[in-house]
């Protein structure tokens, strides 16, 4: 089994949805791997990972939008807000979601379905870079398209 490990950067502009699904298939690629798996994991408390709806945008609008409303920004009720009136929200909805994701791999390709995406969800309204670490594990057709990684 060979494992492969990268860090992919993303730049956002604030609150919303980044699509990293191309990114997340380029490190596949590089790990040769055919059979295995996906992880993925974002190393920040303030965004998460979801594989979600990627053929209508309106989805992303309503989900942000029940996020809004549960989740808002300056309540009054927070404690923590050492970096404004978006800094616990922003937490809050990271570990309501998920910062981790697992993604089976068949053939050589992640194993999402016809409408889905993997998209960083920045909570944040500000502009940030967001570091994701994805690591491919997993089978090779040939040993030698495992190899290691040095950055």
């Known amino acids: 089994m060979g494992v492969l490990t990268r ?3 993303v730049g956002t502009r604030g609150r919303g949805f980044y699509e990293v699904t191309d990114a997340v298939a380029g490190v596949l690629r590089a ?3 055919a059979e ?3 992880s993925l994991s974002v190393m920040h ?3 998460s990972l979801i594989i979600f709806e990627n053929a ?3 989805a992303k609008t309503d989900i942000e939008a029940w996020m809004r409303k549960h989740v808002p920004d300056g309540d009054p009720a927070y404690v923590h807000s050492d970096e404004g009136p978006d800094d616990m929200p922003s937490h809050i909805r990271a570990a309501l979601t998920a910062t ?3 993604i089976p791999v068949s053939e050589g390709k ?3 379905g016809r409408w889905q995406g993997i998209y960083l969800w920045e909570h944040r309204t500000a502009p940030h870079r967001r570091m994701v670490a994805v690591a491919c594990m997993g089978e090779s057709p040939k040993p030698e398209a ?3 990684f040095r950055g």
Request: a negative charge; glycine letters at 8%.
């Open 56 to 58: 209508d945008p309106t």
């Open 100 to 102: 981790t994701l697992t």
């Open 7 to 9: 860090v992919v950067e």
């Open 36 to 38: 295995g798996i996906c």
């Open 45 to 47: 408390t303030s965004a």
């Open 110 to 112: 992640l194993m999402l």
């Open 31 to 33: 790990s040769g791997v």
């Open 146 to 148: 495992m190899k290691p």
